[in-house]
């Protein structure tokens, strides 16, 4: 069964850093585009970032290009969001999302809560 | 980028009732369209992929179709378990958009 489990969310003060993991099982990881998806409280759903297979293609949101870095390692089957200088708006449940052709599997999420 | 727009924004039905959310691609998507359903809380999920492809273990009562610009999400026989949030996606390009949401509603 493929699962996708996300963890690193939590409380940060306005720019602080928060690294995001994705623990993926069930499927050969090193096979699979990755990527990041947000949704703000109650507003809908925004991607923020990609990673290709092996990492030579990163892509990113306006909003966040130069802030968060994206990243995996295929040996530890995990996707990252390393994201720094946090702002309110980055405030959000982020989830992982893989590409089998299509975005067919989404983890939980781990909600992001940027606040003094 | 391309831009997604849903209509309506929220719709309120009841059981039984055919539903059909519309989706409007700002330039040619083909078929790479994928509409999730989400409820309060939860995941996004995985409804329809390719505009028409039904995901496995998603009710028969639920079909897409269109292309190019213009794609339709449709649910033949609202149930009490459809009233959900529902969005769709393209995947043309790597940089993924989605529509703002319709709203299903108990009428």
């Known amino acids: 069964e493929v699962q996708l489990v996300e963890s690193g969310g939590g409380l940060v003060q306005p720019g602080g850093s928060l690294r995001l993991s994705c623990a993926a099982s069930?499927?050969?990881?090193?096979?699979?585009?990755m990527n990041w998806v947000r949704q703000a409280p109650g507003k809908g759903l925004e991607w923020v970032s990609y990673i290709s297979t092996s990492s030579v293609t990163t892509l990113y949101e306006d909003s966040v290009k130069g802030r968060f870095t994206i990243s995996r390692d295929n040996a530890k089957n995990s996707l990252y969001l390393q994201m720094n200088s946090l702002r309110a708006e980055d405030t959000a449940v982020y989830y992982c999302?893989?590409?089998?052709?299509?975005?067919?599997?989404w983890g939980q999420g781990t909600l992001v809560t940027v606040s003094s | 980028d391309i831009r997604m727009t849903q209509s309506p924004s929220t719709l309120s039905a009841s059981i039984g009732d055919r539903v059909t959310i519309a989706c409007r691609a700002s330039q040619s998507i083909s078929s790479w369209l994928a509409w999730y359903q989400q409820k309060p809380g939860k995941a996004p999920k995985l409804l329809i992929y390719r505009a028409s492809s039904l995901e496995s273990g998603v009710p028969s009562r639920f079909s897409g179709s269109g292309s190019g610009t213009e794609f339709t999400l449709t649910i033949s026989s609202l149930q009490p378990d459809d009233f959900a949030t529902y969005y769709c996606?393209?995947?043309?390009?790597?940089?993924?958009?989605f529509g703002q949401g319709t709203k299903v509603e108990i009428k």
């Open positions: 069930g499927f050969t990881f090193s096979s699979f585009e």
């Open positions: 996606q393209q995947y043309n390009s790597v940089s993924w958009t």
């Open positions: 999302a893989r590409v089998g052709g299509y975005p067919d599997n």
